[in-house]
């Protein structure tokens, strides 16, 4: 196949590229899934910068990581988790900090992100980015595991807002001042995801803007979009966060305005469930390049756009 | 308090436990009719990685018998770390012990075994196989002091079922396969570069790598392997191996 | 422990190293492969292997039986020459068109 005929196979390690820790600019970039590996190993398709889930590249060898050092070399990387579980009140495991040290070491991404949720108890790991309660105790175990992560990778994190289903009575902090609260006392960023604003907004009725105006823009580190699914649960209407599709109308609207409070900032365009064509993604990326463009003309020119 | 929040939800989502989601709903979780959502997030994405891990065994029960074994399978061994690649090693050892479908499917367990091989060798560090080049260089007085390693990708699944024909299989053999010895397959699976290589072996080449991997030198080993296949003949097999890439290129050379 | 002579050895590994060189690529040697990703059409070989990690929710609900529902049906069980033989004509595929 022709995605192995541009796939360096290197037993060795390092990154010999010219991106060393590059920092992912204020653009228009897309996640990068194993079903376009082909068109990035054997062309240059024109996105600022890529995300990658970094769960997936934490196997010791084989193919996968082959592939992403290969396209590393020509675009600047985001390493964005989802196994992390920095709401754990058992703590971290240590184990998987290690690997995600080792990943950032050898891959140099210039941005690393997180979620404020949760996925391990009791050493098991349940694969979604599950909710917590807005408590001070929520708060202060996710800011003890957000300062381990820093310190164990030797860098600053953002951490982003997730999407939810449940609240929980014993909440006593807005979501959106819990999410900055973490920020500030933690030192780490904050990925904003506005589509995951506009899904729990409307799943647990409050004001997508009443959330975008809590946020201090200088905390903002990156910004996501993707699609999310207008169905029923149990005979009654949600909003479920499948990053399957376009961009709703609504959360183009959400970018905007965030993009004017908060200035330029790098934007990704997410899609995981039935992955469209590449140009599907690419013209998605590309809206957002045009808000980009006319909302904060004076962002930094970039050499790897074809 | 978190912690017993946690405890719960794992229990309501994998557990598949009512009376810890009454509790939650008890304990102030709202909008609890979508706690299900969590769930079926869980059990289909992790549904989705053993699909993905183990093709053919989907393939063959097809997808709503498959969505059965996996449900059973991750609410008795949720993934134990967030890396899913290595999750499903345990999968065919399940299966075995699954009655309906061994009943009906005998060679299910071994199959998976050997998915799951393919799969360990896709993910495994990358290692320099050897080839003849690497020997060349040596005084012909060595060679009977030659020690050879396998290659870290390297996985062997002897099986009394066809195993090497059903994987990659599209559906159920017709006419069905006899199992026990006449049907018995074994197979090597290695990933010398970036591909993975399923290959059939013979019996005598099987128990070759087998006591190879055991640790014996090559004398041993090809005692063993002409014990196992009368066929078996060591230049011809050394020299297959050392062109698909079977052994490391680590050798070493016994003190005489 | 049973073992080969070391002359055996000797002579052996010498004859794999000349017939290593007479045919680089061995094809005669290579025995029954299958490679993994060529089996199915139009998958990228360097895709998956195993699931891959995502962020998002799951918009369709999963089936959640929890019955083997067998892939052959009760009646076409039967005995032949001492060997259960439930399978004929049980192709999935053919069975869902």
Redo the contacts between chains.
């Keep these: 196949?022709a995605?192995?005929d541009g796939?360096a196979?290197d037993?060795g390690n390092g990154l010999a590229g010219r991106n060393k820790r590059d920092p992912v600019p204020a653009a228009a970039g897309i996640g990068l899934?194993?079903?376009h590996?082909?068109e990035f190993?054997n062309g240059r398709p024109a996105t600022a910068w890529l995300e990658v889930?970094s769960?997936?590249y934490?196997?010791?060898?084989?193919?996968?990581l082959?592939?992403l050092e290969a396209i590393r070399q020509h675009y600047p990387l985001s390493c964005?988790g989802?196994?992390?579980?920095l709401?754990?009140?058992?703590g971290l495991?240590p184990?998987?900090l290690e690997?995600l040290r080792s990943l950032f070491d050898r891959f140099e991404p210039g941005l690393v992100s997180e979620?404020v949720s949760?996925?391990?108890?009791?050493?098991?790991?349940?694969?979604?980015?599950?909710p917590?309660?807005y408590?001070e105790?929520?708060l202060d175990?996710l800011v003890r595991n957000i300062g381990q992560a820093q310190d164990a990778f030797g860098r600053r994190i953002l951490i982003?807002n997730p999407?939810s289903?449940?609240?929980?009575?014993?909440s006593t902090i807005p979501e959106w001042e819990f999410c900055a609260e973490a920020a500030r006392r933690s030192g780490c960023g904050l990925l904003l995801d506005v589509n995951n604003i506009h899904v729990s907004a409307h799943?647990?009725g409050y004001d997508a803007l009443e959330f975008l105006n809590a946020i201090p823009g200088d905390l903002v580190g990156e910004i996501h979009i993707?699609g999310h699914?207008d169905?029923e649960?149990?005979g009654?209407p949600?909003l479920?966060?499948?990053?399957?599709s376009t961009v709703k109308e609504a959360v183009w609207d959400l970018l905007e305005i965030a993009l004017s409070r908060f200035g330029p900032k790098p934007v990704l365009m997410?899609w995981?469930?039935d992955l469209p064509p590449l140009e599907t993604l690419l013209g998605e990326a590309g809206r957002a390049q045009a808000l980009l463009d006319r909302l904060a003309p004076e962002r930094p020119a970039l050499d790897n756009v074809a | 308090m978190l912690p017993d929040l946690q405890t719960a939800f794992c229990a309501g989502t994998v557990g598949r436990d009512t009376a810890a989601v009454a509790a939650l709903a008890d304990g102030g979780m709202e909008n609890g009719h979508r706690f299900g959502i969590y769930r079926n997030n869980i059990f289909q994405s992790l549904t989705g990685v053993l699909a993905a891990a183990f093709p053919t065994v989907s393939k063959l029960v097809g997808d709503e018998n498959f969505a059965v074994l996996a449900h059973r399978f991750i609410a008795a061994h949720p993934p134990q770390r967030p890396s899913l690649y290595a999750y499903g090693g345990n999968f065919a050892a399940f299966l075995a012990g699954f009655a309906p479908a061994v009943e009906e499917l005998p060679f299910l367990p071994d199959l998976a075994q050997v998915e799951w091989a393919v799969n360990e060798a896709y993910f495994e560090a990358d290692a320099e196989p050897l080839v003849a080049d690497h020997l060349a260089g040596l005084a012909p007085e060595t060679y009977a002091r030659l020690r050879l390693h396998l290659h870290p990708t390297v996985r062997l699944i002897g099986s009394d079922w066809p195993v090497w024909d059903l994987w990659g299989a599209e559906a159920l053999p017709d006419p069905w396969p006899p199992g026990e010895q006449e049907g018995a397959q074994r197979v090597l699976v290695r990933r010398p570069e970036s591909k993975v290589d399923v290959v059939m072996l013979t019996p005598g080449d099987f128990a070759f790598l087998g006591a190879l991997a055991a640790g014996d030198a090559l004398g041993e080993a090809a005692a063993a392997g002409a014990a196992a296949g009368p066929d078996f003949d060591l230049a011809t097999c050394l020299a297959g191996h050392l062109a698909g890439g079977t052994f490391h290129s680590g050798y070493t050379i016994d003190a005489s | 422990m049973k073992s080969v002579n070391a002359l055996t050895v000797a002579a052996a590994v010498a004859g794999a190293l000349s017939l290593a060189a007479v045919t680089s690529a061995t094809p005669a040697m290579a025995a029954k492969t299958k490679c993994y990703g060529i089996a199915k059409a139009g998958q990228n070989d360097c895709g998956n292997a195993a699931g891959t990690h995502s962020c998002a929710g799951q918009s369709k609900v999963s089936y959640s039986g929890d019955d083997w529902k067998g892939v052959a049906s009760a009646a076409a069980c039967t005995e032949m020459g001492g060997q259960t033989k439930p399978f004929k004509g049980m192709n999935p595929k053919k069975k869902s068109s």
């Design positions: 196949m995605a192995e796939m196979f037993h899934r194993h079903t590996y082909g190993l889930h769960e997936n934490l196997c010791p060898g084989g193919p996968r082959a592939t964005h989802v196994g992390l579980s709401g754990s009140a058992e495991d184990g998987h690997q979620h949760w996925s391990t108890t009791g050493g098991d790991y349940l694969n979604d980015l599950l917590l309660p408590t105790e929520a175990i982003e999407s289903y449940v609240t929980f009575a014993q799943n647990h993707a699914a169905t649960w149990d009654r949600v479920i966060d499948d990053h399957g997410e995981d469930l």
